[in-house]
């Protein structure tokens, strides 16, 4: 793999636009492909947006029509926003390529970057990005005075958690001690260079994400890195962290051919 470089696109109140973050990926990813420039990680926030991969469900978009940016990453629907950090890796990998691979070394970074700040993450089987995990389903404290037998994600695969109050909230799962979900991993691939790549809830208002259900996920939630240690983290004290843990690990990696 070549040098790795980073460049920052824009934080705060330089919030960078999707759709213009999204067009100097294109750029970057033509520049890379034709050898002009190395392997570049583009680092920014964005203003809010929500974002829907190849896989979104119609059922999990805005209730209230809110307008949704449709991009050509895999996974589902998910947002973007202030005091979340994101990452777009533009690496050329070797044919064939490996995207699981891509995706377990961004994983990695992360959860390195959760480890220093004294944050425990992992990943969840089936299930792509970093997770806190919650307690066993029979340890957590019923909702609303009821048994968790009656819980309705329990049994109603067409539970929607927007239409059910804010005891059901993906924003409130740490109350409810569910899984919940801290960086957002999505990809492609185009002609042996990576796009697109990951999100890390800093310290953002995670209440946006009730208007959608997260990633297509109905029985979990999402949180941020300042929620769980409950101390304010920034956007800034987490760039330099997240640099570090992703050069040492894109580089430690030498990415190999998927077998075939």
Not at 6 to 25: I, K
């Amino acid at each position: 793999m070549s040098e790795l470089r980073f460049v920052h696109l824009g934080f705060g109140a330089d919030a960078v636009d999707y759709q213009e973050a999204w067009q100097e990926q294109r750029r970057v990813h033509a520049a890379r492909f034709a050898d002009e420039v190395p392997d570049t990680c583009l680092l920014l926030e964005h203003p809010p947006v929500y974002t829907a991969g190849r896989r979104t469900a119609d059922n999990e978009r805005p209730l209230d029509g809110t307008p949704v940016v449709d991009v050509d990453r895999g996974g589902k629907i998910t947002w973007h926003g202030p005091g979340q950090l994101v990452g777009y890796p533009i690496l050329r990998l070797p044919r064939p390529v490996d995207v699981i691979a891509h995706v377990r070394r961004l994983e990695d970074a992360l959860l390195l970057t959760c480890a220093e700040f004294g944050l425990e993450a992992t990943r969840v089987e089936g299930r792509s990005g970093v997770w806190v995990l919650g307690d066993p389903l029979e340890e957590r404290r019923a909702l609303g005075g009821l048994n968790l037998d009656f819980d309705p994600r329990v049994a109603d695969e067409e539970f929607d958690p927007r239409l059910n109050g804010p005891e059901y909230a993906p924003s409130n799962a740490g109350q409810r001690r569910e899984d919940r979900k801290l960086a957002q991993i999505g990809v492609r691939i185009a002609k042996g260079v990576t796009m697109h790549g990951f999100s890390l809830n800093c310290n953002p208002d995670t209440t946006w994400f009730d208007r959608i259900v997260p990633c297509g996920i109905r029985d979990a939630g999402v949180t941020s890195l300042s929620e769980e240690l409950g101390r304010e983290i920034s956007v800034a004290e987490v760039v330099p962290v997240i640099e570090k843990h992703l050069l040492a690990v894109l580089e430690s990696a030498v990415p190999l051919p998927r077998a075939v």
